[in-house]
Antibody, heavy 118, light 110 residues
């Protein structure tokens, strides 16, 4: 079964950090661009970051550049998002997703909730 | 960068056709053939319905079709069914090497 399973979300204080993980199974992970997309409560989708199959190209939305880092471990079929200096506006469900090209993503996880609050 | 512009809501009756627009600029929608559409049901992850403006992934009904004219892309759903109700988002690659989503459109099947 093709699957992405996120973990690592939770409640964190402003200025804090979290490391989100995404475990892939059922497909050839190294064939896929991977991305993180978030959705604030009651709001629309917002793209956060993407990483190429070999990990040598990474892209970020302006609002997280310098605070978030996307990475992957192809040996472990895993994707990560290190989130630092978290703000209230980073509160959202974070989805990992994968695609083989065209900046379109056809495999999605169920999401992990990040809540930034004091 | 501002989100792509979609209508907040559209509605239709079963069997009818509806079209959702997605307006961008020459730096995103109009500049690349990398427009996608996603369907999202409440509490669920998005599902890819269209990519590369017009291409349906395997398993997606041929009732869903995509098109583009200039800086505006469109998703058309024909033969509306109750299960089509949900939120729809367009996305486009941009000249800044980022991905931009639309604000989302809530489809109601009356």
């Amino acid at each position: 079964e093709v699957q992405l399973v996120e973990s690592g979300g939770g409640l964190v204080q402003p200025g804090g950090s979290l490391r989100l993980s995404c475990a892939a199974s059922g497909f050839i992970f190294t064939n896929y661009w991977m991305t993180w997309v978030r959705q604030a409560p009651g709001k629309g989708l917002e793209w956060v970051a993407a990483i190429r199959q070999d990990g040598n190209e990474r892209y970020y939305v302006d609002s997280v550049r310098g605070r978030f880092t996307i990475s992957r471990d192809n040996a472990k079929n895993s994707l990560y998002l290190q989130t630092n200096s978290l703000r209230a506006e980073d509160t959202a469900v974070y989805y990992c997703a994968g695609g083989t090209g065209s900046w379109a993503f056809d495999i999605w996880g169920q999401g992990t909730m990040v809540t930034v609050s004091s | 960068q501002s989100a792509l512009t979609q209508p907040a809501s559209v509605s239709g009756s079963p069997g009818q056709s509806i079209t959702i627009s997605c307006a961008g600029t020459s730096s995103d929608v109009g500049g690349y053939k990398y427009v996608s559409w996603y369907q999202q049901h409440p509490g669920k992850a998005p599902k890819l319905m269209i990519f590369d403006v017009t291409t349906r992934p395997s398993g997606v009904s041929n009732r869903f079709s995509g098109s583009q004219s200039g800086n505006t892309a469109s998703l058309t759903i024909s033969g509306l069914q109750a299960e089509d109700e949900g939120d729809y988002y367009c996305s486009s690659y941009t000249s800044s090497r980022t991905l931009l989503f639309g604000g989302g459109t809530k489809l109601s099947v009356l």
